[in-house]
């Protein structure tokens, strides 16, 4: 019987380990794969003159004109101001539409009178706003950040109250038989349930709010990772337009990287989550 359960227990780690090396591990791994040959190809694809530099500057090109920027403090400048808007409109749009979310969420009133005119705002493309953006706010710090907000604010309302209304309603009545407080109720049964719909609306939100700032740095600025990518394009920089791209690639590798801690934490009873947390 012994030998039994080691077998089985020796079957169950050969398959979670391939070499010594975790699953976890080696799936971690495999997922830049893809990347890496990505860039091979296209260093050797360069090199070997099949590109020409004016239409695909190569990897070592970019890096280059990374390191002359940054070396200068220029990267680091535009970077920063592109962050500190981001995190702005993500905390003003995302505290509004969390607090929206849950309004509408609990109360059939509130959705009745507030559901239909968000609805029809998010329908409004940015760029048919942005005239109307500038005329209330002119082409300042303020309009840039309220562009980022309002992008940040419909995936979050949206993903927190359908999180809300979805839970299943045998756990509301189990509830009321075992006489849970209405907080007990929101604490223990409502907030993580809602949770995993929740973090989607924020991973949503980080992607539309970058999306945001894209067409919010076209407006008259002097810095900004848009505003360089827009400078860069005067002058036929097509490394610098390339650099700013993968700026905006990386940021939302790390944003991404960030929701998954997020979920790993507030989520870590959920079997799948507790799974795939990290990919």
Not at 157 to 170: A, C, S, V, W
């Amino acid at each position: 019987m012994a030998d039994v359960t080691y077998s089985r227990n020796s079957h169950v780690d050969s398959s979670r380990r391939f070499s010594g090396v975790s699953k976890r591990t080696l799936y971690r791994w495999l997922s830049w794969t893809v990347p890496v040959l990505l860039l091979v190809v296209w260093q050797i694809s360069s090199s070997a003159g099949l590109i020409a530099p004016q239409v695909l500057p190569s990897p070592v090109s970019v890096a280059v004109t990374a390191f002359d920027l940054a070396r200068h403090g220029e990267l680091f400048v535009h970077l920063g101001v592109s962050l500190l808007r981001t995190a702005a409109g993500f905390l003003i749009g995302g505290t509004i539409g969390l607090a929206l979310g849950i309004l509408v969420g609990f109360s059939p009133l509130a959705q009745a009178l507030l559901d239909r005119s968000i609805q029809m705002v998010r329908a409004i493309p940015f760029l048919a706003m942005l005239p109307l953006v500038i005329v209330w706010f002119g082409v300042g710090e303020v309009a840039k950040i309220f562009l980022v907000s309002l992008a940040v604010l419909f995936p979050i309302y949206i993903n927190t109250m359908l999180g809300i209304r979805q839970i299943d309603p045998k756990l509301m009545e189990l509830a009321k038989v075992v006489g849970l407080t209405w907080r007990a109720v929101v604490r223990r049964i409502i907030l993580p349930g809602a949770m995993p719909s929740i973090l989607t609306g924020v991973r949503y939100a980080l992607a539309h709010a970058w999306l945001a700032l894209v067409i919010a740095e076209t407006l008259a600025t002097t810095r900004g990772i848009g505003f360089l990518a827009m400078d860069a394009r005067e002058f036929l920089q097509t490394n610098v337009i390339l650099l700013t791209m993968i700026i905006y690639a990386i940021i939302g590798v790390a944003a991404d990287a960030l929701v998954r801690l997020l979920e790993a934490h507030f989520l870590s009873w959920h079997a799948n989550y507790a799974k795939g947390a990290q990919p």
